[in-house]
T-cell receptor, first 110, second 114 residues
């Protein structure tokens, strides 16, 4: 079974701090997505990365896909309380196979 | 706006009951998915469907079945609920089978089996 491990599992930081979340696997994925889930809601797509080494920016969020397409990172600059949520990576392989990571629960304190 | 709705936000059932979870999407998507979400385990795929009356097992199909009689509706059935099926259940839909397509999720149903 393919696994996607995320670290850290929990993160509580002050507003304005920077943070990085990691998503690691021993398997190669054709692409990788990051979702954010807020309490009482389903996950919402933030970004899709497709090419090894690809970097995408979404305002204060920077996403990177590893060169070997086995891992990814999410970096948040100057975190804000609105960034609070559960962050999930999802590796895609084959036709329908979305392998979701274990999740990182982020809390940003004002 | 894209929308996936689930019939209940919270559900409490007794062991042995038959449970139906309904999901409806209004985006004319071919693909629909059922996941369960447990702390520290992420989302695990139970079943998915790529067309009406078509279904494929996911990673944890045991104890579950599904039904897709219409394109917009995908039902998850717990034939005989057990306490280890207490979980958050998420339905999702997407436009295409292959590739990095966005999955649109419903708000989830939190099921408690007593």
């Amino acid at each position: 079974t393919q696994l996607l491990e995320q670290s850290p599992q929990f993160l509580s930081i002050q507003e304005g701090e920077n943070l990085t979340v990691y998503c690691n696997s021993s398997s190669v994925f054709s692409s990788l997505q990051w979702y954010r889930q807020e309490p009482g809601e389903g996950p919402v797509l933030l970004v899709t990365v497709v090419t090894g080494g690809e970097v995408k920016k979404l305002k204060r969020l920077t996403f990177q896909f590893g060169d070997a397409r086995k891992d990814s990172s999410l970096h948040i600059t100057a975190a804000q309380p609105g960034d609070t949520g559960l962050y999930l990576c999802a590796g895609i392989s084959g036709t329908y196979k979305y392998i979701f990571g274990t999740g990182t629960r982020l809390k940003v304190l004002a | 706006d894209v929308k996936v709705t689930q019939s209940s936000r919270y559900l409490v059932k007794r062991t042995g009951e038959k449970v139906f979870l309904e999901c409806v999407q209004d985006m004319d998507h071919e693909n629909m998915f059922w996941y369960r979400q447990d702390p520290g385990l992420g989302l695990r795929l139970i079943y998915f469907s790529y067309d009406v009356k078509m279904k494929e097992k996911g990673d944890i199909p045991e104890g579950y079945s599904v039904s897709r009689e219409k394109k917009e509706r995908f039902s998850l059935i717990l034939e005989s609920a057990s306490t280890n099926q207490t979980s958050m259940y998420l339905c999702a839909s997407s436009l295409l089978v292959s590739g990095a397509n966005e999955q649109f999720f419903g708000p989830g149903t939190r099921l408690t089996v007593l």
